[in-house]
């Protein structure tokens, strides 16, 4: 299970946070990042979620926007990294940040992060390289994507179909006009790729 959870928020006490969804509380861990931006107790939220199952757990973690929570998932693909770093990552830098940090190769910044040594920070340039760029794209590339966001869901299903997070990232900026509904600015994004 991967996706959104709108409710409203009944505790905040980093890492973890609840939110009441029609009378069923959802506990989340989250990362501080998330933390700066929350609502007051008792307003709604809206979080971008990722469900963890292992055999002896299960896990749900929340995060406001979608750059975040991809790079959550990024970070776990690195050999030795689970989500306690990949949380610990997302509190002590952006995702701006940490894509500079990775495409510049600097491992004496990547190691102030608590949790991750050298070892660690050296597999994290190696194996995030490439895909840092999109990171960055996806993470602001000058749009905001949060929760309940027309362009940032039509960002959302461009990247489940396929295209690189710049890509989706442009085409849902270029087809969006004002009022617009995110299956609107698919249809015309798609359209517009076809010509």
Do not use: C
Not at 55 to 67: A, H, I, M, Q, T
């Amino acid at each position: 299970m991967i996706g959104r959870l709108r409710g409203i928020l009944a505790l905040k006490q980093p890492p973890w946070l609840v939110v009441d969804v029609n009378g069923v509380g959802y506990e989340l861990e989250a990362p501080m990042s998330t933390f700066y931006d929350l609502p007051e107790l008792g307003r709604e939220v809206a979080l971008f979620t990722h469900y963890a199952q292992k055999e002896d757990s299960v896990s749900l973690y929340g995060f406001l926007r979608e750059g975040e929570r991809r790079l959550f998932r990024d970070v776990q693909k690195v050999s030795g990294i689970g989500a306690k770093i990949a949380l610990a990552v997302l509190s002590g830098v952006s995702v701006d940040e940490f894509a500079r940090l990775v495409q510049a190769g600097d491992i004496t910044a990547l190691t102030r992060i608590p949790g991750i040594g050298k070892k660690t920070a050296e597999r994290m340039v190696v194996e995030l390289r490439d895909r840092a760029a999109d990171l960055a794209a996806g993470g602001s590339a000058g749009m905001p994507a949060t929760a309940g966001d027309p362009v940032a869901d039509a960002v959302t299903a461009l990247l489940q179909l396929g295209y690189k997070p710049a890509e989706a990232t442009r085409m849902a900026r270029d087809a969006a006009a004002p009022g617009d509904e995110a299956a609107t600015i698919i249809r015309k994004a798609l359209q517009s790729a076809l010509r």
